[in-house]
């Protein structure tokens, strides 16, 4: 069974950083490449942040750029997001997602497999 667990989501000040992780069981996703949603209420999910199966490319929303950072540990099938200089903005629920290689990394659709998310809270 597949599986994508994702933790490390919080209550933060503006200002602030959170590190998200998640932890992909089930099946090998080092080579797949993988990226990072949010999802806040009343919205739609929106990209944040991909990354390619070797790690060597990295995508990022406008809205998060200089500010987050995705990586990832194939050795340890674990896909990270690093968030510092959080705003209220940021405030929402955090998935990180499977992607069929060969597709557009900012659509939803090309994600094949979700983790349950986090939720990440920023005050002013």
């Known amino acids: 069974q597949v599986q994508l667990v994702e933790s490390g989501g919080g209550s933060v000040q503006a200002g602030g950083s959170l590190r998200l992780s998640c932890a992909t069981s089930g099946r090998t996703f080092s080579r797949y490449p993988m990226g990072w949603f949010r999802q806040a209420p009343g919205k739609e999910r929106e990209f944040v942040a991909a990354i390619s199966w070797s790690g060597g490319l990295t995508y990022y929303a406008d809205s998060v750029k200089g500010r987050f950072t995705i990586s990832r540990d194939n050795a340890k099938n674990t896909v990270s997001l690093q968030m510092n200089s959080l705003k209220p903005e940021d405030t929402a629920v955090y998935y990180c997602?499977?992607?069929?290689?060969?597709?557009?990394?900012?659509?939803?659709?090309?994600?094949?497999?979700w983790g349950q998310g986090t939720q990440v809270t920023v005050s002013s």
């Open positions: 997602a499977v992607r069929e290689g060969g597709t557009y990394y900012e659509r939803p659709s090309s994600y094949i497999y």
